[in-house]
């Protein structure tokens, strides 16, 4: 996609820095990302946060690794 949107040169040069891109293209595409990448973090730890992980009654590590020693 093609986009013309108007942003600050202090902050292109600190997303240059930051992420090592050769250009302001790889650069941008590198730092939304991983802005993805961090929103879908805080959206599965809210989830987890609302309804806990529950371990089944009877696991235990020992069981887990008979299984995958399998």
């Known amino acids: 996609m093609k986009v013309t949107a108007l942003l600050p040169d202090e902050l292109m040069d600190e997303v240059k820095d930051l992420t090592h891109a050769k250009n302001t293209t790889e650069s941008l595409i590198t730092a939304l990302t991983d802005w993805v990448?961090?929103?879908?973090?805080?959206?599965?730890?809210?989830k987890?946060?609302?309804?806990?992980?529950?371990?089944?009654?009877?696991?235990?590590?020992a069981s887990?690794?008979?299984?995958?020693?399998?």
Do not use: D
């Open 37 to 46: 990448a961090s929103q879908r973090i805080k959206q599965l730890n809210a």
């Open 64 to 70: 887990v690794r008979k299984v995958n020693r399998s």
């Open 48 to 61: 987890v946060k609302k309804s806990p992980l529950k371990f089944k009654e009877g696991f235990t590590a």
